[in-house]
């Protein structure tokens, strides 16, 4: 049984890029969350999706922005990279909106 | 909104020891305390949770406490092994509209043999 699936593992982007890092949900969950973890850190709500909408949201300025698809795997887009972007970003997923969420191994990004 | 502060931010057992590790949260309308493990390279796993309508939770080695009333809950691990060594982040979650969990910086347990 796969558990929560994130691509790509590490990413090196100049800043003012843009990025998409993308999640495919643990097996019969519908609910993704997005969190950064940055370095000695614990991690950080960024947003929630569910029915492929935005149901909540964290301190986290506009350039941060994420989709839900139908089949519930998500994206999180990030717009004008900063430095202080360079973090683990956590994708979490579970079912039915619940709490029980499991979470994947993250992706890496380094902002130069 | 919502602030959890843990302590301590390291902690050194010898194998065999019990491993205390505590959170404070602000929230008064917190009800859902997970307890996250994780190890180098890898995401947060779950390793127990409580709500708030219970005080104490045990699974196997590792228990969780409670206090509503002071705002604080905590992680018990007993005999402690060296593959226990990793950081531990205690986390709350509102119940109203409430989906994000906030963590707290976690704990870097280390267990020498």
């Known amino acids: 049984d796969a558990g929560v699936t994130q691509s790509p593992t590490h990413l090196i982007k100049t800043r003012g890029q843009q990025v998409t890092l993308r999640c495919s949900p643990k097996?019969?969950?519908?609910?993704v969350s997005w969190y950064q973890q940055a370095l000695g850190q614990g991690p950080q709500f960024i947003f929630q999706?569910?029915?492929?909408?935005?149901?909540q949201r964290g301190n986290f300025p506009d350039r941060f922005s994420g989709h839900q698809f139908p089949n519930y795997s998500s994206e999180l887009n990030v717009n004008a990279l900063l430095l202080g972007d360079s973090a683990l970003y956590l994708c979490?997923?579970?079912?039915?909106?619940?709490?029980?969420?499991?979470f994947g191994s993250g992706t890496r990004l380094t902002v130069v | 909104g919502e602030n959890v502060e843990q302590h301590p931010s390291t902690l050194s057992v010898q194998e065999g020891d019990s491993a205390v590790i505590k959170c404070t949260y602000s929230d008064s309308a917190s009800n859902y305390f997970p307890w996250y493990k994780q190890e180098l390279g890898k995401g947060p796993q779950l390793i127990i949770d409580?709500?708030?309508?219970?005080g104490e939770k045990k699974d196997q080695r590792i228990a969780v406490t409670l206090n509503k009333t002071a705002k604080h809950f905590s992680l018990h691990i007993t005999e402690t092994q060296p593959e226990d060594s990793a950081v531990y982040f205690c986390?709350?979650?509102?119940?109203?509209?409430?989906?994000?969990?906030?963590f707290g910086k976690g704990t870097s347990l280390l267990v020498t043999p």
């Open positions: 986390a709350a979650s509102p119940q109203i509209g409430g989906y994000a969990l906030n």
């Open positions: 999706y569910y029915e492929e909408e935005e149901r």
């Open positions: 097996s019969g969950h519908d609910t």
């Open positions: 979490a997923s579970s079912r039915g909106g619940g709490r029980g969420y499991t």
């Open positions: 409580i709500r708030s309508n219970v």
